[in-house]
């Protein structure tokens, strides 16, 4: 899935997205700029952590979600 495809995936997904990536901070990075370049202010309400229990997992999700549960989305890997 590429950068774009999963922001809006997370944006239209009540638990957001969850990704799998080798390199996080690169990853975080190419999803801002983005992001940036879109300017859509939709995804204004995303944003991006890291899972608090895979280093290799990012996660973006709406500002007043906690992030997604295990199980509520499906894991997808980012084409970075």
Known sequence: MDCLEAWYTALHS?????FATEDV???KQQLYRIRKEI???QLAVLFLTTSPTNPNHIWIVHEKKAGPRQGDI???T???
Do not use: V
């Open 14 to 18: 009540p638990n957001g997205a969850k």
């Open 74 to 76: 499906e894991l997808d």
């Open 25 to 27: 901070e690169k990853a």
């Open 39 to 41: 300017n859509d202010p």
């Open 78 to 80: 980012l084409d970075i």
